[in-house]
């Protein structure tokens, strides 16, 4: 086991292994009651989120997964980092996730409604655009010579 959570309510445990599965586990009777199955190599980092209804999980593979706890079902993933991700927490608000990977990089992810929203926000009244030099040329026919 890479890594242990509890939910918030105290009632399960998520785990994080070598094999690629995260499995979720009564913390009474120690029965696994689902497993999460999506990652490509090992997970390194899982956590809660603070409302108990979704888990992260992050590793070897360089991607980060957000899952309902309930069902078991993958809801997101996430990818930007260049190599394996060893921590994923969610913030106090559970509208982000944080993540740290060997690539040397540190990330935080919108992830809640109101944080996709803002970055949406964000990309739509963006004025001017801040195109690069090779994006003026390919959508604005702008091209040095």
């Known amino acids: 086991v890479n890594d242990v959570d509890w939910s918030p309510d105290g009632k399960y445990v998520v785990t994080a292994s070598s094999d690629g599965i995260v499995s ?6 120690g029965q696994e009651i689902r497993q999460l199955i999506g990652h490509t190599g090992a997970i390194l980092s899982v956590d809660w989120h603070p ?3 979704q888990i992260v ?6 991607i980060v997964r957000t899952w309902d706890a309930r069902t078991g079902k993958e809801i997101d993933w996430l990818f ?11 913030s106090p608000d559970g509208e982000q996730v944080l993540t740290a990977s ?21 990309r739509i009244i963006r004025q ?6 090779e994006e003026r040329c390919l959508y604005l026919h702008e091209c040095g010579e």
């Open 24 to 29: 979720i586990w009564d913390a009474q009777t």
């Open 51 to 53: 409302a108990g209804d």
């Open 57 to 62: 999980t992050a590793g070897a593979d360089g």
């Open 80 to 90: 930007g980092h260049e190599g394996p991700i060893s921590a994923a927490a969610w």
């Open 102 to 122: 060997l690539d040397k990089t540190l990330r935080i992810w919108s992830v809640g409604i109101d944080g996709l929203l803002k970055q949406a926000e964000e």
């Open 128 to 133: 001017p655009p801040e195109f690069t030099p």
